[in-house]
């Protein structure tokens, strides 16, 4: 039945979701939001954001996340918690199917990224209590402290410098492998005054009491206990979640979703924003903004209004 039918379905309810919902609520699109939990996302986890535009006080991830949606269902969004898995993205209408086939017009794909499966030693216990996955979001929780940074890629490397600038000490561990980076960057991270590399060296243990202590290294056979105050780990291992759509997105080859200048997928009247699309800086304003993008998109793509075309400025 038409009434059963919403404007737009958003899988996801995370930062990225809830502005689209936000957008597409109040541009009068009959909305839905589908979210597996509001604790299941990388935000929900963070125990301070303090540098999301208009918040001047630091809040928790989960209450920044409950006042987006509150703010979407008081212009009228609905939201159902449930896991979405299956869609026929190709239809007309869309369906997504969680406890219950729910058909769209259009359809938001907003449902970021896997973890990785294996966990450290006392990662998960302090994870928001000095381990972190963002540099950009916590670094600044860490004036004047010594912090470790896990990873060997060039993203690991760019954010142990980053650190510098508020960190005392920056100790980079590559866990076990070589450095993979362009030689410049490398250089750069070698020279730096702040940062100490210990190659060869593997990640066996985050400690502390309450909060991060120290991290143990494993190297030659030998242990080692730095004193650090902040554990920033960046290994591989997230993977963009959307396996309910494939078949029908095209993927690049690492798992993100191709979409263009407006969100839109290689299927008409789908979209899809956020760290499924494995955008290169993972901060909650840019998938609030691609979300905004999305419902807008949608919006045109419901009512048949011409696309805005790369460069031009409204």
């Known amino acids: 039945m038409a009434e059963d039918v919403y404007d737009v379905i958003i899988v996801g309810g995370g930062p990225g979701g809830a502005s689209a919902a ?29 540098n999301y535009p208009g918040i001047e006080e630091e809040i928790s991830g989960a209450e920044l996340l409950a006042r987006m949606r509150r703010q979407a269902e008081r212009f009228g969004a609905r939201f159902v918690q449930a896991q979405a898995l299956g869609a026929d993205l190709q239809g007309d ?42 540099a950009t979001c916590d670094g600044a929780f860490f004036p004047g402290e010594p912090v470790a940074v896990v990873g060997h890629t060039d993203h690991a490397l760019e954010e142990a410098l980053f650190l510098t600038q508020h960190a005392s000490r920056v100790f ?9 980076a362009p030689d410049e960057l490398l250089a750069q991270v070698r020279a730096h005054p702040k940062v100490t590399l210990h190659e060869g060296a593997r990640l066996t243990q985050v400690v502390g009491q309450a909060v991060v202590t120290g991290a143990r290294l494993q190297r030659d056979g030998k242990e080692e206990l730095l004193p650090v105050t902040g554990v920033f780990i960046f290994l591989q291992g997230n993977q963009p979640t959307t396996e309910f759509g494939r078949g029908s997105l095209q993927l690049m080859e ?4 191709v979409v263009d200048h407006n969100k839109e997928t290689t299927v008409p009247g789908v979209f899809a924003i956020g760290d499924v699309c494995c955008a290169q800086l993972k901060q909650a304003v840019i998938a609030a903004g691609e979300g905004a993008i999305a419902a807008m998109a949608a919006y045109r793509h419901i009512n048949k209004v011409a696309k805005p075309t790369p460069g031009r400025f409204y």
């Open 22 to 50: 936000i957008y597409a609520a109040r541009a009068n699109l009959r909305t839905l939001v589908i979210d597996k939990g509001m604790m299941s996302g990388a935000l929900a986890l963070a125990s301070k954001v303090a």
């Open 93 to 134: 209408p869309k369906t997504i199917f969680a406890d219950a086939p729910y058909k769209a017009r259009t359809v938001i794909l907003a449902t970021g990224a896997s973890e990785r499966k294996a966990k450290l030693p006392g990662e998960a216990e302090y994870l928001g209590k000095g381990v972190s996955y963002c």
């Open 172 to 180: 980079l561990v590559p866990h076990g492998k070589t450095f993979r």
């Open 254 to 257: 690492d798992g993100c979703v």
